[in-house]
């Protein structure tokens, strides 16, 4: 644990630098039978087996009905109820010295401000503030989701059209709102986006910044259509951005400043925000958005291992790891791709399209069933080689996420690997507090997407 979490201090200082579906026309039941042949010999779960997730029909967002994992597991709902309050009453409240990661910050003509703060790293990060406004939304508490929206806006928004970032966010910035790096983080963009949709639709939408859809319709065109840019930054006298989704590919970009563009990051694949804003963005690009969820659901397949279903941090568009010339080790499975499996997971739960990716959550947590669920480690090789870092609870959060697309009753070991989790708290907690906490939501079924009433289809 100590080793991972000392890790976790590096893990995005590299944004400083910045086929159609193959099977989905197969039998459902082709994926399940390969599945049981790799977990042959494999321990279940102590519980009885509970019936899998539907292999037909609607998904979650057409059927309204969102699985709630911790009740398969077991759970009482009061006591779930109680654990997620919980969890969030800690993280975005508890004591600021070791418990809480979100951090009031004054006031300006917008209202209150708030960031959320990696403590280990001593920034604040594009990724940690719009998985905050995502939280914030899926639990209906709205002071919280503008305080953090208002300090992202002020502080980390680029508005100057001359800027190589305009149009996108800072992705690390300190907590006085100096930039440390003003390049985006696509990930980032893509929660905000979706985060803010998501508030017009549940709450209406205000003056100003509290505009929201307009703000997500905004910054939504611009992360696909924006032109390239080149002018200095913080950190560079002259450098060149793009847009944050490469048109040809139909991909998420690991960044837009050239020259490194050319490249991806698995867990920056959101398929199922991508068939939201295939409802609710702007018309004229609805269509593309359908398309990349695709190619984000090929891209899943191509780029996790055949045999553990790990993927890279970084990779290239044709699914390849990506040894970066500065940071070799993102060609294994590091801290970036915990995440991978939440948005294979949360697309499958969601949307029902791609089967495949049952077979890519019954394929990963047979992997570290056999490592032993106690004793994985967090670090690894495609194929498995363990690479230290101890069990960290980030992983076993999002391992647990996986819960949503597999059918293997083992699914409910690692549901239950969560619930035995303590909230994180002291200098690590950040990176596993949000994890731990988008988590929590998915597996009782209160991660929801809020589609307004003039959502197309």
């Known amino acids: 644990m100590v080793g991972g979490a000392f890790l976790e201090g590096i893990r995005c200082m590299h944004r400083r630098l910045p086929i159609r579906r193959l099977v989905a026309a197969l039998p459902l039941l082709l994926g399940l039978a390969l599945c049981a042949c790799g977990a042959s010999g494999e321990a279940t779960a102590q519980a009885t087996p509970t019936p899998p997730p539907a292999a037909a029909g609607p998904g979650a967002v057409a059927s309204g009905q969102y699985p709630d994992l911790f009740a398969e597991a077991g759970y009482d709902a009061a006591a779930v109820e109680a654990k997620i309050q919980a969890a969030f009453r800690q993280l975005f409240h508890g004591d600021p010295r070791n418990q809480a990661v979100y951090y009031p910050s004054g006031a300006n003509e917008h209202g209150p401000m708030a960031y959320i703060h990696d403590v280990n790293s001593n920034d604040v990060r594009s990724e940690g503030m719009s998985y905050g406004m995502m939280i914030a939304v899926q639990l209906d508490r709205k002071a919280e989701f503008d305080a953090i929206w208002n300090w992202a806006v002020t502080h980390m928004y680029h508005a100057d059209p001359k800027h190589p970032a305009h149009g996108y966010f800072a992705w690390s910035v300190r907590t006085d ?32 910044i509290y505009a929201y859809r307009s703000w997500a319709d905004r910054i939504l065109t611009d992360v696909l259509h924006r032109g390239a840019i080149t002018g200095a930054t913080s950190t560079s006298k002259r450098a060149t951005a793009v847009n944050l ?71 290239n568009f044709d699914g390849t790891p990506w040894a970066a010339p500065w940071r070799r080790e993102s060609a294994d499975f590091r801290y970036d791709a915990w995440r991978t499996a939440m948005n294979w997971s949360m697309d499958w739960s969601w949307w029902r399209a791609d089967p495949r990716q049952v077979e890519l959550s019954n394929r990963l947590q047979a992997f570290f069933h056999r490592q032993g669920l106690d004793r994985y480690a967090s670090l690894y090789t495609l194929a498995g080689k363990p690479l230290g870092g101890g069990q960290t609870t980030g992983l076993v959060a999002m391992n647990a996420t996986a819960s949503l697309a597999a059918d293997h009753p083992r699914r409910l070991d690692f549901v239950r690997a969560l619930w035995e989790r303590p909230v994180p708290e002291g200098h690590h907690r950040y990176y596993d507090g949000m994890l731990y906490m988008m988590a929590l939501l998915h597996c009782s079924g209160r991660y929801k997407a809020w589609m307004p009433q003039d959502a197309d289809g």
Request: charged share 25%.
């Open 177 to 208: 709102g100096v930039a440390n790096d003003e390049m985006p983080a696509p990930d980032g963009e893509e929660y905000f986006i979706t985060a803010l949709y998501f508030a017009s639709a549940r709450w209406g939408d205000g003056e100003g």
């Open 245 to 315: 989704f490469d048109k040809d590919a139909k991909m998420v970009r690991f960044t837009p400043d050239l020259p490194n563009a050319a490249h991806t990051d698995a867990s920056y694949h959101l398929p199922a925000f991508y068939e939201v804003w295939a409802r609710v963005g702007p018309e004229a690009d609805r269509a593309f958005w359908r398309e990349a969820a695709q190619v984000s659901r090929d891209y899943f397949v191509r780029a996790a291992h055949p045999k553990t279903a790990l993927t890279p941090d970084y990779g």
